[in-house]
């Protein structure tokens, strides 16, 4: 395995969250702080003060032998999508990414339109969390209800990938059954669920039970923060390893994607402990590797060769 892409990272203009908590505000070194007074360290200092430039996300790849990353965005971070289109046509050899809206707004077409025709995003990522998400400030939403199928329609109609991030297992957002309901309905839409569902220490089984619910051949994982979940479990990351033997048996190593949910990860664990834990885990042959940290996720956001995100000029 000589190359990495990291299917799951983020730049921060600069910090403009908004969450179950309000708003969410960079206050220096890398700290952020809500609405209710709580405050805990967002960004690693050495990677900014207030937001993470592509240049910072940059200097860390090189430095872990991470050829090309894929930016994603959401509420936690704010939504970034001029600054990510920035940097996608700045460095269209190192990134690729997905827009993301809220489309309970009211001139959400006009969003989509600048977002899709005009920024040339090929792309959406849908955060859907009661935490950071869209259901941390919405009323709980149907994931193959009226306002979701109004999303994917978009979607299939536009050629657009879909990532989902439907949160944490036992919460309102954590909608399995809905999810797989879409994916059957759009088979036309290839979609990309984030966080491997994000299982808990205690969700070994849960896992393997939803996992078999979606598996499809439009349907990828990306593995961003499966070590992290564990807390306060350490590196080697025994429970996260226990997930991935259950995702290999269930979908397949070929329909997983390697990333790290840099940079608030790595203020938990350095970048070589997020790699490693999978490469020596014992759980995938030389070959699978290569499809998880490069092939799946150079051919699904890359192209195989080149940039698919945002088109170029």
């Not at 209710?36 to 990677?47: A, K, L, R, V």
């Not at 940097?87 to 809206?101: E, H, L, M």
């Not at 920024?119 to 979701?148: R, T």
Request: with cysteine; proline share 4%.
């Amino acid at each position: 395995m000589d190359k990495i892409i990291d299917a799951h990272a983020h730049i921060v203009r600069y910090i403009s969250g908004f969450t179950s908590r309000g708003e969410l505000h960079g206050v220096g070194g890398g700290r952020a702080r809500y609405a209710d007074g709580s405050e805990f360290q967002m960004i690693p200092p050495e990677m900014g003060e207030y937001g993470v430039t592509p240049e910072a996300l940059i200097k860390v790849m090189d430095e872990n032998n991470v050829e090309k990353a894929v930016l994603l965005q959401g509420q936690f971070f704010g939504f970034q999508n001029e600054y990510t289109a920035e940097a996608i046509k700045k460095y269209p050899r190192r990134f690729t990414g997905a827009a993301s809206y809220d489309p309970f707004c009211n001139k959400a077409e006009e969003v989509k339109h600048r977002l899709f025709k005009e920024l040339g995003f090929n792309a959406v990522k849908f955060e859907m969390s009661n935490g950071s998400g869209l259901m941390a400030y919405h009323p709980p939403i149907d994931l193959n209800g009226e306002v979701m199928n109004g999303c994917y329609r978009h979607a299939a109609d536009n050629g657009l990938t879909v990532i989902m991030d439907i949160g944490r297992p036992r919460n309102c957002c954590w909608q399995v059954d809905a999810l797989a309901s879409a994916v059957k309905n759009y088979r036309d839409i290839t979609f990309v669920i984030c966080h491997l569902l994000a299982p808990q220490r205690t969700d070994v089984a849960l896992l393997g039970e939803a996992l078999e619910k979606l598996v499809s051949p439009n349907v990828y994982f990306d593995l961003a923060s499966l070590a992290s979940n564990q807390q306060p479990e350490k590196y080697p990351y025994p429970t996260a390893v226990e997930h991935l033997n259950t995702a290999k048996r269930v979908v397949g190593a070929d329909r997983l994607m390697f990333g790290t949910d840099m940079p608030s990860n790595l203020c938990r664990d350095t970048y070589a402990h997020l790699t490693d834990y999978i490469k020596l885990s014992g759980v995938f042959t030389e070959s699978e590797l290569d499809d998880i940290f490069y092939n799946t996720a150079d051919a699904l956001y890359f192209g195989g060769s080149g940039n698919r995100g945002v088109k170029a000029n």
